[in-house]
């Protein structure tokens, strides 16, 4: 569904990232992990369309270099950014119909009922402005209204960033649900352990390069990734 080759992304003289090759099959959910700096966010954007680069971005067989951002949402690919991005001043509702860009009202609506379904804490709270959520609730929120375009790609930027793990774990069993019902998965996360455990397989990303790919599994039992992301709390945490 999607294939990225060979890309490169400066900024200035900072080479963010470098021959940076990943695909994703339909159905798939993959995870790509790196510490702070790694290049995430840039590999997402430029996918995206909000950053300029070398090499190819090939989405449904389709080129994407010289296809707008907006032109790529109608495609089909959607972005949860970092940080979540909502609207604090706007109520719930009105976040949701922001996801349905271009599309007419009535379809809108139809997602939102559909959406809301599998997060119904969101429909308790339509009339509420969104910054007065959780952050645990924002992120749903964030997820939901990248739901509205009707995506068949979703793109997620650290959807754990800030969140307790008990949070972390509703999120990931969320996109679990939208997987089982045919949703490709993109993300980007700092937090191995959590990607990991859910993904299918995932990308190790350092300075701007991918140094280790492989199965969830595997990557979970690689000792050079539990030395360098999964720390001492991994156990703790996610093997119970
Ligand atoms: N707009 C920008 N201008 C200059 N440098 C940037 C910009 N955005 C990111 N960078 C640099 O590119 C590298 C990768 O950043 P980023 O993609 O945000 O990493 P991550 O999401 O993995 O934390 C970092 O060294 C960062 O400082
Ligand atoms: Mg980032």
């Known amino acids: 569904m999607l294939k990225v080759t060979s890309l490169t992304v400066k900024y200035g003289s900072i080479v963010a990232l470098k021959n940076v090759s990943v695909h994703i099959k339909k159905g ?7 510490s702070n700096g790694a290049g995430k966010t840039t590999l997402l954007n430029a996918i995206y369309g909000l950053a300029v680069f070398e090499g190819d971005v090939v989405f449904k067989d389709k080129n994407l270099s010289n296809v707008a951002s907006h032109k790529r949402i109608e495609m089909g690919l959607s972005l ?3 940080g979540r991005r909502v609207f604090p001043n706007m109520t719930v509702l009105e976040n949701l119909e922001l996801g349905g860009f ?6 809108i609506n ?6 809301v379904e599998l997060f119904p804490v969101l429909k308790e709270r339509f009339r509420q402005l969104a910054g007065m959520l959780s952050g645990g609730e ?6 939901a209204r990248a739901l509205i375009s009707d995506p068949e790609l979703l793109l997620m930027d650290e959807p754990s960033m800030g969140l307790a793990p008990m949070v972390i774990k509703e999120v990931y069993e969320k996109l679990s649900i939208l997987k089982k019902n045919g949703l490709t998965i993109f993300l980007v996360e700092q937090n191995a352990m959590a ?6 397989r995932g990308y190790v990303l350092e300075n701007g390069k991918i140094v280790l790919q492989g199965k969830s599994n595997e990557l979970i039992n690689d000792n050079e990734i539990k030395r360098a992301y999964l720390g001492k709390e991994y156990k703790e945490k996610w093997e119970r």
Do not use: N, S, T
């Open 138 to 143: 924002q992120q749903m929120l964030a997820i």
């Open 80 to 82: 949860v950014p970092e």
């Open 195 to 200: 990607a990991l455990k859910y993904a299918d």
């Open 28 to 34: 798939e959910f993959v995870a790509l992990i790196g």
């Open 110 to 115: 139809r997602k939102i009922d559909e959406v």
């Open 102 to 107: 271009k599309k007419d009202k009535q379809f």
